[in-house]
Structure formats: C-alpha cells, structure tokens
C-alpha cells in the first residue's frame, strides 16, 4: 500500500481549530477522513506530521572566502546575505549557512535616522553653538511637538515568545489607527505640560498662539515669579507655526522677545532635549507592543507616564546642554546624535 501523504496547511488549520472547539483526535480524524494515528502524531508534534530527513551537510566556506564575505559585508550595509554571497561569487548556500556565517561577524540592524544637513545647515548649527555656549542652559525651556497614535511604532512590537506558545495578535490600522498631538517643555527639572491639542486642529500660527495661551500662559507661566519670567529664555524649533512672523509677533507681546526667545539652528532634532524626554514617554506607553483602542485611552496613558517622570532624568538631559554644544563644534556642525 502506497504511503499517504502528509496533512496539508489547511487540514492542520482546521485540527487546531477542531481542538480549540474541544474535540477529540478520534472525532477529528473522522471530520477529516484521516487516520487516526497520523491525527495524533501531529498533535503531538506541531511542527511536522511527518519526521524529516536528516539535513544535508553544509557547504563548507574556506577562510578565503569568509575573508571576502567580511569585506562585502563592511562595503555593503543593509544588503541581504544573498546579496553579499552573490557579490564574492560564492553560489549554492543555503540561506540558513549564510545567516549563520554573518552573525559571526555582522549584527542586523535599522539604518540610522539624522535629518539633512547641508553645508548652510552645519555653518548655523556651530554659530549657534558658539552663540549659548556660555548660557545658563538651567534657565531654557525646552518645547516641542509630539504625535502619539493608537498603535505606535511598528518596530517596537516585538518580544520574546516561549515555545508553544502562540505571538499576540497585532491590530493593522491605517494611520496607526490616528493619534494625538501633545505639547510639553522641560526646564531644569521640570516637566511642563503635557497639554494635549484639540483632535482635528491643524496648527498653524493663529491657532498655536491661542494654544500656547490656554495651557502653557495660563496653567504655568502666569503661576511664576517676576524674577523667573525674566530670566527664563523660551526655545522652540523652526516649525512654520512657530517661527512665523505672526508668532514672534505675539511672544513679543507676551514678553519673550530678543534674547528671551532662542534662536533655533536649522534640522536639529538632536540638540532639543525634550526630543530624549519624548522617547522616554514613548517607551512607557507602548511597553510589551501595547496599543490602544480610542484617543482618550492613549491621551490618559501619555499623563500617567508624564506623572511618573524622574525629576533627575530631567535634570540629566537638560544638563546635556554643554557636551551637545561642545560635541556639535567639535564635529563642525554635523549631526551628533541623541
């Protein structure tokens, strides 16, 4: 008698789903015509109905060609170990050697991302390290933007999984299924805000200002002393909505003017410190691949996480101030990380 062939993807799906309904081995092989034996020996190994050949030998590599494969490696980052083989002319590994033989010398990883500095771009990012290189950076309060959506980063939802044990099923939503936009400062070590911007709001110069009026001037800045409105110099990067005329206009107005309104260098996300603050609150909210269901449930965890925010990781990054200055003259300008 001929031997019969293994169970299909389709018949393994409908005997997980048979014993997920609570039915036995015997009344599964009868649903599925199967015998009962070959039901119970894949039951009892998932993975395979039938035990596989021993694999076949690897092919060996020489140390010469490990050699070039290191040098294709360092010339070609990001490529695919197909690409890197095929670039030394090696032929006829399979995928499984090949990634083997590139852990040993070569991690995976996300490019780098780092905003476009140009030349123009890199002159005005040492004049203005020279220009508050000798501030008083306790003093600064540090604003910016952030929009968290419902999903989060797709790359943060991963984690280690024990065998037999079936990964969490993940939500696919366009847009991240939509977000909100929060604003906040940190100074010294303090965090101001998060205040959240009402859903459906696009922020342009109007609508920033009277923003700004509502939280930030009336929640906290009318609350300090004379002598702290005085010396405390207000940063914002270079967003239309914050850097047009009609903005420093209405600071003015509101007394943060000339020195008391910092001059902001050109694509540098990585001088702002609140830019590390936001990354922390990120990791909070989207811990284990969380998502959420409704804008107010990621709003509610955004306040949670900002109210368990250490006063002296603050300080740390608002004390970064003088090594980021200094490291951006030392690099003349260019990008220096966060």
């Not at 939503?173 to 100074?187: K, N, P, T, Y």
């Not at 967003?239 to 309104?261: C, D, F, N, V």
């Not at 925010?309 to 260019?334: F, H």
Request: net charge positive; glycine share 8%.
């Amino acid at each position: 008698m001929g031997q019969k062939k293994d169970l299909t993807g389709s018949e393994k799906s409908k005997i997980v789903r048979y014993l997920a309904e609570g039915c036995s081995s015997l009344k599964i092989a009868k649903l599925l015509k199967r015998d009962h034996r070959t039901i119970k020996r894949f039951i009892q190994n998932s993975q395979q109905g039938r035990k596989k050949c021993l694999e076949k030998p690897r092919r060996k590599i020489t140390a010469h060609e490990l050699r070039k494969v290191k040098r294709a490696a360092a010339k070609m980052p990001l490529a695919t170990s197909l690409a890197i083989f095929q670039s030394c002319n090696i032929t006829g590994v399979p995928k499984s050697t090949r990634c083997a033989i590139l852990r040993d010398m070569a991690k995976v990883r996300k490019a780098e991302r780092r905003p476009p500095l140009n030349k123009t771009h890199k002159l005005k990012r040492q004049d203005w390290a020279k220009k508050y290189l000798k501030t008083d950076f306790s003093k600064v309060l540090w604003t910016d933007e952030m929009k968290v959506s419902l999903d989060g980063p797709d790359g943060w939802a991963r984690g280690w999984i024990g065998k037999g044990q079936r990964a969490p099923v993940r939500l696919r939503r366009q847009q991240g299924g939509g977000g909100v936009l929060v604003w906040a400062g940190i100074i010294r070590d303090e965090l101001v805000g998060p205040f959240r911007v009402e859903d459906g709001v696009k922020l342009n110069s109007q609508s920033y200002c009277q923003f700004l009026e509502d939280t930030f001037f009336k929640q906290w800045y009318r609350k300090k002393s004379a002598s702290f409105k005085k010396n405390m110099i207000f940063m914002q990067d270079n967003a239309p909505s914050h850097a047009s005329k009609y903005s420093t206009a209405w600071l003015a107005r509101k007394g943060i003017k000339e020195e008391k309104l910092m001059t902001w260098p050109p694509c540098s996300p990585d001088l702002n410190p609140i830019e590390n603050q936001w990354s922390i609150i990120k990791c909070e909210i989207y811990k284990e691949g969380k998502q959420y269901t409704s804008l107010n449930s990621v709003w509610e965890a955004v306040v949670a996480a900002a109210r368990n925010v250490d006063g002296e990781q603050i300080k740390t990054l608002t004390e970064s101030m003088d090594g980021r200055l200094l490291s951006v003259l030392a690099k003349k300008g260019g990008y220096i990380g966060r």
